[in-house]
Structures are given as structure tokens and as C-alpha cells.
């Protein structure tokens, strides 16, 4: 009897845990699924394409006459890069007469190896078009005379998050009844408060219809109306359709997460600016340093507390030390794009300045005029002007724009000049590209980068990646001066300046030209270049 009853209360313990550890272990929120997915509502697109009204035909009759000024400015479906034929044959001529010259950018990649690195840059650049585009992005038109009120732009959720959809009103003649449909594909639409006489129907789904035989009390109604996300996907947009008897209207919500912000604390500041505390000087050095020496020296005569970081590849490093210098060494011949990202990546500072190793300070490098620039106004990156040996000065200001092409890749344009000058600073302009000496947001060099397939000849390509998220400026007025480039051939040179010459600038047939193409073929889809 006994034995009985201490199996049965066995029995009894042993479910009881057995039931808590089931409970324990049972999922305690239902997880629904995301379509992540790289075809971010091909179908939607279809159907909002659909919705595109069609053109009026009767309009087809009424004759036109083609202004060819402005037709010529459009966009036609394809580009083409031409250069500029004929021209003076004298030394120095492109120096003087700057023309332009056109190249085809295959020619990276031998014939029977350029099919298939056009079918691999065609796949690559459908990928990334899918990641690169939401529903944000299709056309909506809103049709005439639609009773529907509704926002065409600027609503945004954060992923998850509950809004209230602003703007929605019924504007229609009297009826004996109102009704709105609403419905949503990434979230659940409800209603914050009820009003007297409406009927809700559908809250906490993603279609919602609201009924009513007052307009007044509909129209108070939709002043409730809420979404909420509920499928996780940031960066994307939700489209919305409203509806009503004979009408329809579409607008997106777009998810994202707000912007966060990486802030830089840089002291109290008095009336002028504290460089040390702002900027930090990167620099990427190569078997050069007596050049190198002579820049650090150059610096303390002016910014004597600034932070050096020195990115350095040379075969033998040696050390170069002192206050405020960071020296890091890398594998050898990294090369000059790989050494820019490294000393980049190191800077702490709001500010990074860019010098050539080559670079000397004078007076006339004043650092707190860029740091000034880039203070008031929204630039990110603000070029100087490098003085040569000769006397002769230049910021290699560069204006870059891409032509859209068709399946061969886009054109690639780049001219020197500049677009405009800036309100307040007489000296300083904004363009696309500029000279090797430059004030920039650490932060935003950053997330650019130097593509550290650019080991050799390479300087535009960061502002060709950047353009579009950096906005450059350039001014004339604060001058570095370069120790060498141009070089007179009868003066003899150091062994180690050989060595870096050989590295540095390999003739034009070479590998490291052929790389530079690739890469402008394959990772940035161009077809060819003009520049001048
Ligand atoms: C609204 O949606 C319901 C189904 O939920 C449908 O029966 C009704 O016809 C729709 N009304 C309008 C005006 O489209
Ligand atoms: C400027 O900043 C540096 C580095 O943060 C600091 O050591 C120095 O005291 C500052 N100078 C002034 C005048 O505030």
C-alpha cells in the first residue's frame, strides 16, 4: 500500500518537472518569418508599375516641336566617351592645352576573359541593385481629382515602432455612406482612440476598413489611424493603399533606425581653434625617410603637440620616434592605398589631415583655415594647395560625373575645375576631387575607404567610391610645399629614390595600370572614362 502511494507521488513529482521543464523550454513568443530576401517586392513593383495611369491618347494628335538645347541634356540610353581629336604636339602641351582624352576600360581584361568578367559585373550589379533600392524609390503618381488625402513623402517608422499616419482625409460629396479601406504589407495598421459613429474594422491587421455615414466623425476617425511595424527589415519602406468607393491612393512609410550619432569631443574651445586637439595628421611612407624626417620637423615648428600617425611599408623599417608620433609597419609593399586605410583607421581625432610624405610645413600651412571650413559649413572633406620645388602651385581640383549607360556600364567624366564657390570663403570652392593635402571628417574617410587593391598609382579612385556621400571642397589659400616631384634628369638620385620610383610609378602598360582599369570595369561598372 505503502509502495503504492510513493510510486503515485512519484509519478506525480516526475510530471510536475517534467511539465515545468517542457514549459521552460517552450518558445515563449511566436517567431513569424522575414523575406529578406534579395527582391524587395519585385511583385509590388509590378503592381505599383500597373498603377501607373495610362497616357491620355487623345493627346497623342497634338503636334510638338523638339527644343534640341534641352532634349540634348536628357539622359539618352546609353553613354558614350569621346575625346578630343587634334591639337599642338609640344612638350608640356597637356600641362598648357589640357585636352580631353577617351579610354575604353576592357581592355583590363583579355578577349576571351572579358565575356565572363562582363556576365560576373552584370550579376554582381543586379545583387547590388536589389540591396541599393526599396519601395521608397518607385514612382507614385497621384491622380487627379482624388477624394483621398493622404502623404506623399517623409513618413517614417523605426523598425518595430508604432507612428501615427498623418494627413489622411475623406474630401467627397454627400452620401449616404463613407467608408476607407487601408492596408499595409510590413506592418499592422489600428486605431489610438474610437470616435462615435465609425466602425472599425480590421484593427491590428494589415487591412483595415473604416465605415461611417458621417464624413466629419470618418475624417476625425483617420486622425487616429496608427502602423506598426512588425516585420523586421530596416532600410526598406512599406507601401500603403487607401481606398475608397471608385479610388485609389498609394504612399510607403519608410523603415529605418534613426541616424547614430558618433560624436567627437574636442575640448573647450576658446576664441580659436585647438588643432592639436582636432586633427590628427596621417601619412603612408615608403623607404623615404630622410623626406619623412623633414615633414615631422617641418610640423613641430608649427603644431608642436599635433598626433603623427605614419603608416610604413618599407622592406628594412626603421624607427622613427618621438611625442605625438604613432609609427606602424606593415608587411612590405602593401602599398599606397592599403597604407592609407591603416593610418586612417587610427585616428581618433574629428579631423584627419592627408600629407604626402614629401610634404613640408611652412607659415603658409595653416591648418586652423581648413579646420575653419569644414566647422561652418557642411563639406567633409576640404583640399589645400601643394607649392612645387618650381614655384608652381595647384589643388587638382576635379569635377567627376558618371553618365548612366546601358549593359556595357556607365561613363565615367572627369574634368579638372570646380562647380562653385563657396558663400564666405572667397579662396575655397566646392568640387568632386582634390590634391593629396587634405582637412577631412575621420569619420567619414572612414567609411569610404582606400581600396587596398590600389597598391600603386592611385588618387581619384577614393573620390570616384566617395561620390555621393563626400562633399568636397578646395581652397587655394593654405599651401604645403612638396621637397621633390618633379624630377630634372640630369640631377642624380638616391638609391632609395630609384627603388621608389620603380614602385611608385610603373609605366602606363603595366600591372598596376591594368588594375586600375579592372577595377574601374568591374567594381565601380564603367564602361570607359574621358578626363582632361
Ligand atoms: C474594403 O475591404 C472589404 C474587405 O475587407 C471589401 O469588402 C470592400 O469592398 C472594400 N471597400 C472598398 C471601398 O474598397
Ligand atoms: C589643445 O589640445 C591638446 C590635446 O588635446 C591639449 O593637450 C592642450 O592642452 C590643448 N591646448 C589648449 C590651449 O587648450
Redesign the pocket.
Known amino acids: 500500500m505503502r509502495s503504492m502511494r510513493r510510486a503515485v507521488l512519484l509519478a506525480i513529482l516526475a510530471s510536475v518537472v517534467l511539465v515545468l521543464a517542457l514549459l521552460h523550454s517552450w518558445p515563449t513568443r511566436a517567431y513569424t518569418t522575414v523575406d529578406a530576401w534579395q527582391r524587395p517586392g519585385q511583385m509590388l513593383e509590378r503592381h505599383l508599375e500597373e498603377r501607373l495611369p495610362e497616357p491620355d491618347p487623345r493627346l497623342g494628335s497634338i503636334p510638338f516641336h523638339v527644343r534640341d538645347n534641352v532634349a540634348s541634356l536628357l539622359a539618352r540610353n546609353g553613354c558614350m566617351c569621346e575625346g578630343e581629336a587634334g591639337g599642338v604636339n609640344l612638350p608640356f602641351a597637356q600641362l598648357l592645352f589640357p585636352r580631353v582624352s577617351a579610354h575604353p576600360l576592357h581592355t583590363a581584361f583579355e578577349a576571351p576573359e572579358l565575356e565572363e568578367m562582363k556576365r560576373r559585373r552584370a550579376k554582381e550589379y543586379e545583387s547590388f541593385q536589389r540591396r541599393s533600392q526599396t519601395a521608397a524609390d518607385v514612382v507614385l503618381i497621384a491622380e487627379a481629382n482624388n477624394p483621398l488625402q493622404y502623404p506623399t513623402q517623409g513618413v517614417e517608422v523605426r523598425p518595430m515602432k508604432t507612428i501615427l499616419i498623418p494627413g489622411l482625409a475623406l474630401q467627397i460629396l454627400p452620401r449616404d455612406h463613407y467608408s476607407i479601406n487601408i492596408t499595409a504589407t510590413l506592418g499592422t495598421l489600428n486605431v489610438a482612440a474610437d470616435v462615435d459613429g465609425v466602425k472599425v474594422g480590421g484593427g491590428g491587421e494589415m487591412h483595415m476598413s473604416l465605415r461611417s455615414s458621417v464624413l466629419q466623425n470618418l475624417n476625425r476617425q483617420l486622425q487616429f489611424v496608427t502602423y506598426t511595424n512588425t516585420q523586421f527589415h530596416p532600410s526598406t519602406a512599406d507601401t500603403v493603399h487607401l481606398e475608397t468607393e471608385g479610388h485609389q491612393a498609394v504612399f510607403s512609410i519608410r523603415i529605418r533606425h534613426g541616424v547614430t550619432p558618433r560624436l567627437y569631443n574636442t575640448?573647450?574651445q576658446g576664441a580659436d581653434y585647438?588643432v592639436?586637439?582636432l586633427v590628427t595628421i596621417a601619412t603612408k611612407t615608403f623607404l623615404r625617410y630622410d623626406k619623412l624626417r623633414d615633414l615631422i620637423d617641418s610640423v613641430r615648428r608649427y603644431y608642436p603637440?599635433i598626433t603623427i600617425v605614419i603608416a610604413d611599408d618599407s622592406e628594412n623599417p626603421r624607427t622613427v620616434s618621438g611625442p605625438y608620433i604613432e609609427h606602424y609597419i606593415m608587411p612590405f609593399g602593401k602599398g599606397w592605398f592599403a597604407g592609407r586605410n591603416l593610418a586612417v583607421s587610427q585616428v581618433t581625432t574629428k579631423y584627419l589631415l592627408w600629407v604626402d610624405d614629401d610634404f613640408i610645413f611652412t607659415a603658409n600651412t595653416k591648418l586652423e583655415k581648413l579646420v575653419d571650413v569644414l566647422e561652418r559649413t557642411t563639406l567633409d572633406l576640404v583640399g589645400g594647395a601643394v607649392r612645387e620645388a618650381t614655384g608652381y602651385t595647384s589643388t587638382y581640383r576635379q569635377t567627376i560625373s558618371i553618365e548612366a549607360g546601358g549593359e556595357d556600364g556607365d561613363c565615367l567624366h572627369m574634368r579638372r575645375g570646380y562647380h562653385h564657390v563657396i558663400e564666405g570663403f572667397p579662396n575655397c570652392v566646392v568640387t568632386d576631387g582634390v590634391i593629396n593635402f587634405f582637412l577631412a571628417r575621420t569619420q567619414k574617410v572612414q567609411q569610404v575607404g582606400f581600396d587596398p587593391r590600389l597598391a600603386r598609382v592611385a588618387h581619384l579612385e577614393f573620390f570616384i567610391d566617395g561620390l555621393g556621400s563626400l562633399h568636397v571642397g578646395s581652397c587655394d589659400d593654405v599651401i604645403v610645399s612638396h621637397a621633390t616631384k618633379i624630377k630634372l634628369p640630369w640631377v642624380g638620385r638616391s638609391e632609395s629614390d630609384k627603388t621608389y620610383a620603380r614602385f611608385r610609378y610603373p609605366a602606363a602598360s603595366s600591372d598596376a595600370a591594368h588594375t586600375k582599369n579592372g577595377l574601374l570595369f568591374f567594381k565601380n561598372r564603367f564602361q570607359c572614362l574621358t578626363h582632361n
Open positions: 575640448g573647450s585647438n592639436s586637439a603637440t
